[in-house]
């Protein structure tokens, strides 16, 4: 399985950029990452022209540069290689995307900032165009790993996130939780009780949830969790549970199946990644 040797993470001068740059901080010491690149693009476009005098009188560039190497020389304590990234270009997507092709970055780090802070980079075209795994931190993310999750719909492409999490789980011990999100068809409903319909889905979940760990070789987790969807979607249902249980990490691959009943983890991923979310994110490509 591949390892995460080169880390990316976006910076933009917001107030989320000490809080990544901590948490790129734990995760390139604990995933032993070989090299840490920190990205900054500079919009000039987005200043007024009323200050073009004044900025043509200093080195931007090198302003921005002495500031962030300043803030991750005090709160960057990994032993890992660094460098900050200083660039101008009007599409920030793009840039990313050329520097994670260029320096073969494994893994991308971006803030998910709350609807009033902005969207900073956290776009759904980053995630399409991105070939590295990436993952989203919100400013009130702890920086810990004690409980995983990983939503899966049991099928072959969303093995890549057990695959991905098991080194790490070798280095790091934390409790593992599977999550598969259901609904009941809705063609059962006005034929079949739906307590009845609720358990013999479970069953038969639990059934194809046995054989997905055992065909993909993949060690069983701490937890294997079957949550019924109710009234809501199951995006409002992951949300949900992620807001009331905290939990350190989340964990979805870029694509899943199309099972009727299945959690749909393609179109959950973007869903989610788009939301304002209190755990970081991470998407397995």
């Known amino acids: 399985m591949e ?7 976006a910076l933009d001068l917001s107030s989320i950029d000490n809080h990544l740059i901590e948490y790129s901080s734990f995760l390139a010491e604990k995933l032993e990452a070989e090299n840490v690149y920190f990205v900054h693009n ?13 900025l043509n009188k200093i080195n931007l560039d090198q302003l921005i540069g002495d500031e962030l190497n300043e803030k991750i020389e005090q709160r960057f304590t990994a032993k ?3 460098e900050v990234l200083i660039s101008e270009d009007s599409n920030t997507e793009s840039l990313i995307d050329y520097v994670a092709n260029k320096y073969r970055i494994n ?19 980053l995630l399409r165009l991105l070939k ?42 934390f409790q593992l939780n599977s999550l598969h999100i259901y609904h009941v068809p809705i063609q059962f409903s006005p034929y079949v009780p ?4 609720v358990g013999k889905i479970e069953k038969h979940l ?34 949900f549970e ?42 397995v490509k």
Do not use: C
């Open 3 to 9: 390892t995460v040797k080169n880390i990316l993470v």
């Open 42 to 54: 500079i919009k000039k476009y987005e200043i007024s022209e009323l200050f073009e005098e004044e």
């Open 80 to 82: 890992v290689n660094w």
């Open 107 to 125: 893994l991308t780090i971006v803030g998910n900032k709350e609807p009033k802070a902005g969207t900073g980079v956290l776009t759904g075209k």
């Open 132 to 173: 590295s795994h990436i993952i989203t931190v919100p400013q009130t993310a702890s920086i810990k790993l004690d409980e995983v999750w990983i939503g899966t719909d049991f099928s072959g492409p969303s093995k890549k996130s057990f695959q991905f999490i098991e080194p790490i789980r070798n280095k790091i011990k």
């Open 194 to 197: 739906k307590d009845d319909a």
């Open 206 to 239: 639990q059934q194809k949830s046995s054989k997905f760990f055992k065909k993909f070789l993949i060690n069983t987790p701490d937890k294997n969790e079957m949550i019924y969807a109710k009234d809501k979607s199951v995006s409002e249902r992951f949300l």
């Open 242 to 283: 992620i807001e009331k249980r905290h939990p350190d990490l989340v964990v979805l691959s870029d694509k899943g199946g199309n099972n009727i009943s299945s959690l749909l983890i393609g179109s959950l991923t973007e869903e989610l990644f788009n939301e304002s979310l209190k755990s970081p994110l991470l998407i």
